[in-house]
Nanobody, 116 residues
Framework: QVQLVESGGGLVQTGGSLRLSCAAS????????MGWYRQAPGKQREMVGF???????RYGDLVKGRFTISGDVAKNTEYLQMNSLTPDDTGVYYC??????????WGQGTQVTVSS
């Protein structure tokens, strides 16, 4: 069974950077896009951004130019470069792959904690 595995989370000070990675294990999921989502403590999960199979990248409002998404959707690999982190960026970051036909696959999430 295909699973998405995130990595790269951790503890960082305000102003620091982290690079998250997402990759498939157990096979390849036939995705047409992959996205990053964040769930802060006590809040709903929100979109950070996504990348499509043809390379289009879009960001959610919370990014404000600080985050960069890259990857290869066909290979189920995705990255999130996060710069100028603040405590408001603290949360669990999830990778999502969608197949464009109504199905999706979530990763288990990776914790990012930004200290003040």
């Amino acid at each position: 069974q295909v699973q998405l595995v995130e990595s790269g989370g951790g503890l960082v000070q305000t102003g620091g950077s982290l690079r998250l990675s997402c990759a498939a294990s157990g096979g390849i999921y036939s995705a047409d896009s992959m996205g990053w989502y964040r769930q802060a403590p006590g809040k709903q999960r929100e979109m950070v951004g996504f990348i499509t199979q043809d390379g289009m990248i879009r960001y959610g409002d919370l990014v404000k130019g600080r985050f960069t998404i890259s990857g290869d959707v066909a290979k189920n690999t995705e990255y999130l470069q996060m710069n100028s982190l603040t405590p408001d960026d603290t949360g669990v970051y999830y990778c999502l792959a969608t197949d464009g036909r109504g199905s999706s696959l979530w990763g288990q999430g990776t914790q990012v904690t930004v200290s003040s």
